[in-house]
């Protein structure tokens, strides 16, 4: 079966620092990878897709990479704020309906 | 747009009783709806898959006896949780995917449910 693994449990860094999270996977690569963000006792919110033929995107200081080499992912936040303190979901969707999601990193940005 | 609600946001309810929880697309038609499940600090785990019309797709180890879920309309899907235990508590999330697209999904913010 498919596992997901995201870099740590935890991550803190400071302030205007960028954040680097990172999304390991084991099986064949999805057609699509996604990241989202979720804050406590709130359902995830999503923040970008990335297609299994590109190898980056941006939104404004949100960075994604897909390597289906490496099987792997990274999710970038540059100049972090605490407001950018949540837990980061990476998920993996192979066109339709499996979806699944990685086990999650817990940012916190110290002002 | 593509707001996904749920109601209710949390309940309590007594061991041995059923509980609906309602999963509603706002804005847009969802053909796929997805319902979650997600333990404290644990990631979601994908409970099944609906499709309107048709019956739901279970993930291996989900009970579809005890998990009904019901996809009648393009904008609402149900997920009720029947003769629940207090090992049922956890945080069931819904997600839901417009027609026409395979990609992202829509999450409802949540419901919280207590078993006691």
């Known amino acids: 079966s498919q596992k997901i693994e995201q870099n740590s449990e935890a991550l803190n860094i400071q302030e205007g620092k960028t954040a680097t999270l990172t999304c390991n996977y084991t099986n064949y690569s999805p057609a699509y990878l996604q990241w989202y963000r979720q804050d406590p006792g709130r359902g995830p919110v999503f923040l970008l897709l990335?297609?299994?033929?590109?190898k980056e995107k941006r939104k404004e200081r949100l960075k994604v990479t897909f390597d289906t080499t490496l099987k792997q992912s990274l999710f970038h936040i540059t100049a972090s704020q605490p407001a950018d303190s949540a837990t980061y979901l990476c998920?993996?969707?192979?066109?339709?309906?499996?979806?699944?999601f990685g086990t999650g990193t817990s940012l916190t940005v110290i002002p | 747009g593509a707001v996904v609600s749920q109601h209710p946001s949390r309940v309590i309810c007594k061991s041995g009783t059923s509980v609906k929880i309602e999963c509603r697309s706002l804005d847009f038609q969802a053909t796929t709806m997805f319902w979650y499940r997600q333990f404290p600090k644990q990631s979601l785990m994908l409970m099944a898959t609906?499709?309107?019309?048709?019956?739901?797709?279970?993930e291996q180890g989900v009970e579809k006896d005890k998990f009904l879920i019901n996809h009648a309309s393009l904008t609402l899907s149900t997920l009720t949780v029947t003769s629940a235990h207090p090992e049922d508590s956890s945080f069931y999330i819904c997600?839901?995917?417009?027609?026409?697209?395979?990609?992202?999904?829509?999450f409802g913010p949540g419901t919280r449910l207590t078993v006691l």
């Open positions: 609906s499709n309107e019309g048709s019956k739901a797709t279970y």
């Open positions: 990335i297609r299994e033929n590109e």
């Open positions: 997600s839901a995917r417009g027609a026409g697209s395979t990609d992202t999904q829509y």
């Open positions: 998920a993996l969707d192979y066109t339709g309906n499996q979806f699944y």
